[in-house]
Every structure is written in C-alpha cells, then in structure tokens.
C-alpha cells in the first residue's frame, strides 16, 4: 500500500487531500487496508515526518509557503523539505500544490530541482484550477501503477523485451524453484488489468508488445499468446 | 487480432491433439522447413511423452481428487505450448479466462533421466495449477491470498502424480535452513509444499483438496482450514495453552529421522541435513543460564538448540516477549534422541497475565529421560499470528515479535 505525505497549512484543503487519497487507495482486500496518509502543517513537521520515517514515502504532496519559518511573511519558498523528501531512497514522486502557480519564486523551483530531474514523474499544481485534485489523483495514479508494472515487467522480460528476438522474451538463466513465475505473471496482468486506464501511450504500446489486449472488453482483457 | 505480439509470433505452427489437450508444438529440425532452434522439440517422441504425461497428470488429478474438467474454450481442451526462451513453466490465462500452460522445450539437466523427471514434474505442477484456477482463478485479486496454497498444492502434486518423483527436492534446501520464514511469504511459496505434506499425512489428502475447493472466494486458506478442521481443532491459534496444527507441523519438521514425525523424510535429513537453528548453547549442572534473544514473523519458527551434559536431569525453561499484552508467540521443548526420535515434548504453559502493562511469560520444567541417549534439546518457538506486516507503519501486524529465551540446567 502507498506511502503519502501531505504537507500542508490549509487544514481544509489537507483534509480533502487526505479523504481523496484514502478513498482512492485504499485496497479493497482487508488485509492490505488503508494507504499510510501522514499530515504536516509545517517545514518542520515535514522534515521530521521524513527523517523519521522507517520506510520512505511513495509520494509527498508539498504545499509553497509554509509556516512557522515565514510566519507573517508568505513571499519566501522554502525548499527544504521538498529537498529532503528527494534525497530518501528511492526517491519520492514530489507533487507540488500551490496557491501561487506564476509566482517567480515557485517556478524557479520548478525549474531548478523539478522539470530537469529524472523522475519524470514530479509535477505541480495550481490550487486555482477548479480540477486540480482530479488531475493530482490520475498523475498519482500513474505513478503508483505504472512504475511497478514497468518494473515488473523489466524483470520477467527484460528492458529491450520490443526489440529482442522474441525467443528471448523471458529471462534466461533462472532455473526452477527461483521464483514462481505463474503468481508472478498472474499478478502483473491483475495489475495491467485493473489500471489499464491509468498507464500512459508508450507503457501500453510495450505491453502489448508483450500481451495480447483485448480493449474492446471492460475491464481489457490479457493474453499472452 | 490474435498474434501480433511477440509470444504469438515466437508459437510453433504444429499441434498434438489428445483426449484433454490441444499441444502446439515445433520440431527442431524437421525433415523440411526451417529449424526451430530453441522451440523445437527433438522428435515426434518427445512430444508423445509431453502428451502422455499431461494426460497422466489430468487423470490422476480429475479422479483421485475429483476435480471437475478445468474451464476451456470452445473446443473443451486445454491449451499447451511447448517453447523454448522460458526457463520455467507457466500457466496463465488465456483470454483472461481459460487457464493455459507453457511448458520449456528442453532444461538443463545433465542427464536424460533427471531432464524427464524434471519435465513430468512441471507438467503435474502446471495442470495442478490449471485444475485449481477453477475454484480461485489467478484472474481474481483474492487469488493472491491463495499464492502459496496454490504452489504447495502443485508441487505437493508432482510427487502424487508420479509416484517416486522427488524432483520436488530441489526446494527443500531453502525450506531445511529458513525456518523463520513465514509460511505464507511470497519467497517460499514452493516450501509451502511442506505443509501440505503434512496436512495430507495427518488428515488425508482429501482434506487439502477441500481446503482448496470448499474455501469460498474471499477466505484465506488459513480461515479455510480453521473452518474445515473437525473437534475444535484449529490450524492456527494464538490461544495459548490451546493445540494447534502449526505448532504440531513446526515440532515435527524438526524430526525429520522419526518415523512418528508426519514429515518423516530420513533421506532428506541425510541430503540437506537438520533444520536450521537459531543459536546452540551447551548447558552443564550449575552453568549460568543460556539466554537468547531474538524475533519471529507470523506463521513461522525458529529452533534453539541445547547440548547437554551427562550430568544435566532438567531444564527450567521460560520466554518473555518484549511487548506488553498479549502475544502469538507458543513454545515447545523437546528432546532429541541419538536415533532421531523425540523422546520427550512439552509445552510451555503461559502465566496468565495480571494487567495489560504485563509480558507475555511461558515457562515449563522438563526432567529428562534417563533411559535415551540424549543427542540434544531443541525449543521450538513459534508465531502464530497471522498478520503479516504491510506498507502502512502504523498498522499493526504479528510480524518481528522480539522474544528472549532463557534456560537454566539442573543437576
């Protein structure tokens, strides 16, 4: 189950944050539950929330201009919790939301620690748009689903799986008892299959390199030969 | 349209009908054509023998268990492709609703006798798989709950199927040296096997075929089995004092070499050895007592060892858990004769607790047997709780219960 961190000084707006993630997240098994939602009003709180944390968060949903720090003074950007969160390992989906989207300040963030980084997952958005939590949930959504089944299928077909011979689809080299590649397989396609919506153009393509979609169907329908 | 990815382009083009399967299969070198390379079976042979072995398994399964015919497509038949590029078999569903196997054209074993024993174990193990999709389909996210059940019942299966196929064995090593791995864990899911074993030895083999198709679609095979079992009996109870079958399966995996143990296997004790322990001590009248400190995930055991000298005529034994409350922690102490028997087993009785700030405490006196040649004690602790630790930190779960351990020896 996802790991969330809010950071925000609204209690409002964190409420509706926190209730939209755990209406979205939480897993319909009872033994997986709830998604963990932790909440901070502040720089601080944030960073202990991540400095203490025993496992580092899926996604932290950073608010701009937060206090105690600039109490009194809302001009000033403190990035230091959003740098923070990007040094745990792996690295969190940072989702900025902002009040102040074409405030200079808040874009030279974006730019400097954002738009160039490698997660091409990090986002932000403006508090101003009427849909911005429906867009926060689908970029969520995707970064949740999308990263384990590439993983997942980087591990049982290998990265170059679309352009490799297709004898060697499978992984070569593991011998019986290793894993079980038919829970493994079968809990890929679940995944594929319960999010087929939410996966973007390019990791659809690779998986019907790999798969057999019937997309007429809802939800689709996987085959592997 | 079917066939435009890059497994269905890697499909051969022939195909072996029998009364229960459609085999799709390619010849290496054929007498004409291209050569399959690695998708082509040697011969015509082999795939006489895929075929036979697969309506052996279906056989054994369908009536020995009374399994119904499995779910197919329009043409009643299971489908089977036999490629190569896959290291191990698979089965999944075709469509997303009939259950198919893929099985490897060749392996890696060194000889011909240890390839085919290999094969027909895959083959009893993926056509398990295929019977069991009828009740959990693999297609379902409840499915998941099942992982584990449904590998030890497949390769439980490969030794039933083929008689005196201990190509199973080769999953035993991770089973003899992890026993502090949780029995439902996603990494030990063909050591489940070991379970099944033991359930089939003590309530017959039925009653695994039950578990699997009386279970309903959202129970967990635990609750199943709690469900199924007969007198109160219950597979898992985090009652102290109350009997169970976990704790029963985890004492008698230790005694592999008894032939009272339902898990005795003295050939597996000689290839693989004993059960690994936790820690060894080695107690004399009046040493200062053995203490060991350590911590169990739900539905798994650790073993600890204790030598004894001549001198030594009892242990006083007793585990504190490290959090207060109530904890799913039991223990047993048993005595490990020369000849591999269990000469003696106790179970550690737990102090009732008087306040909620209070630890969980079990203490139990052993006298040993003076007429058995002592080879050394063991106490086996088990986690009988079932909740596995999730993502979310907050939840609470029986996983890495901390536990000490104390023993004392008496003159």
Redesign the interface.
Known sequence: MPRFLIVEDDTQTSKVLRDLLKLNFTSPLPDEGEPQIDTASTVTEAKEFINNARKPYHVAILDFRLPPEHLGDSTKVDATACLQAMRSTPPPLIAHITSNPNDEKVKAHIKEYHTERANRYDFALSKLDSDYTEKLLGKLKKFLYERPIEEQLDLMFGREAQTRAPSLLLTPGRSRGQSCMTQELAELCRQIVAHWDDLDEPLKNRIEGIFEVNKASKPVKISLL | M??????????PNLCWETKNFLIRYGLRNPQSGKGL???GLLSLKVVKMYANALETAYRKIHRHWGREHPICDGTGKI?V?IL??????????????FP?I?LPSF??EATIKSSWQ?IKA?IAH?VC?VFNFTEHP??D?????W?WF??GLAVYSEGQVFKNNLDYR??LPNWVVFPEISLDS?VA??QASQIVRYLAARFGEQFVNEVWTKSTREE?PVEAMNRLLQDGLKFVSKENGQADVFSDYCRDAYFLRDPKSLLYAPEVFDRFGERASTENFELQPGSPSAEAESNLDHLACRYFRYSVTPGVKSLTLRLEASKEGNSPLKAEVAVMARDGKNALAKRLVPIPLSSANDKMRLTGKIDLPRNVEIDHVVVIVTNCGL??A??????SSDDEQEFRLQVVAEG
């Open positions: 079917r066939g435009n990815n890059k497994f269905a382009e890697a499909l390379g690695m998708h489908a492709s190569g590029g896959i290291s191990d078999p698979v089965m999944f569903a075709q469509d997303w609703e198919s893929v392996n890696n290999r895959e993926e798989h693999l297609t996210f409840f499915s998941a709950r992982a449904d590998e080769r999953f996603s899911e063909y967990t909740k596995r999730t993502d979310n930190v907050y939840e």
